[in-house]
Structures are given as structure tokens and as C-alpha cells.
Nanobody, 115 residues
Framework: QVQLVESGGGLVQAGGSLRLSCVVS????????MGWYRQAPGKQRELVAA???????NYADSVKGRFTISRDNAKNTVYLQMNSLKPEDTAVYYC?????????WGQGTQVTVSS
């Protein structure tokens, strides 16, 4: 059974930093593309950043230059380093794993950025 568990969210002032982690149980991690998504109240879930199994990354325009996605295959973990946070980054952040068969989602972690 595949499980994704996010951690690292919290309350931070504008301009601050947070590092999110997502640990993936099961044997799918190495061959999976990983992504971080977020959903703010009243808005649709949107892609924030993604990384392929080979390490190719892409970012939403709104976070380019501020956020960095990375993965550690030895730890089955994907990270999202978030710097220069803005109030508009406030959302629930979700981790997703995608392989040839399915998508798997975590339960989400709240990030709140105060002005």
C-alpha cells in the first residue's frame, strides 16, 4: 500500500522560509514523478513544483526563484524549500506521486504566511 506523509508546514511571517517534506512508503518512489500542489480557500488546487524520476524540475511562475523542489531517493522523500514567502502562498500543500499506473496523494500540510 502506498502512503504519502507530508510535514513541515506551519505559520511564518512574510519573507520567511519553510521546508516541506513528503515521505513515500512502498516501492514506487524511485520510478515516480513527484509534485507539490497547493489549494487556497475558494481556489482550485494548483501545481507548485514537480520533479521527474530523473531529476528534471519545473515550477509555477508564481514561485520561480523562491521555491526549490528536490528528492532523496535513498530516503523516499521529496522536499520543497520555500523562501521569501508571501501571504499569497498561504494554502494547504499536497504531495503527489505519479507512476505508470496511478496518482497517489498525501493528506496535506497547512502553510500560513502572515503579513
Amino acid at each position: 500500500q502506498v502512503q504519502l506523509v507530508e510535514s513541515g508546514g506551519g505559520l511564518v511571517q512574510a519573507g520567511g522560509s519553510l521546508r516541506l517534506s513528503c515521505v513515500v512508503s512502498g516501492s514506487i518512489f524511485r520510478l515516480s514523478s513527484m509534485g507539490w500542489y497547493r489549494q487556497a480557500p475558494g481556489k482550485q488546487r494548483e501545481l507548485v513544483a514537480a520533479i521527474t524520476s530523473g531529476g528534471i524540475t519545473n515550477y509555477a511562475d508564481s514561485v520561480k526563484g523562491r521555491f526549490t523542489i528536490s528528492r532523496d531517493n535513498a530516503k523516499n522523500t521529496v522536499y520543497l524549500q520555500m523562501n521569501s514567502l508571501k501571504p499569497e502562498d498561504t494554502a494547504v500543500y499536497y504531495c503527489k506521486a505519479r507512476n505508470a499506473f496511478s496518482d497517489y496523494w498525501g493528506q496535506g500540510t497547512q502553510v500560513t504566511v502572515s503579513s
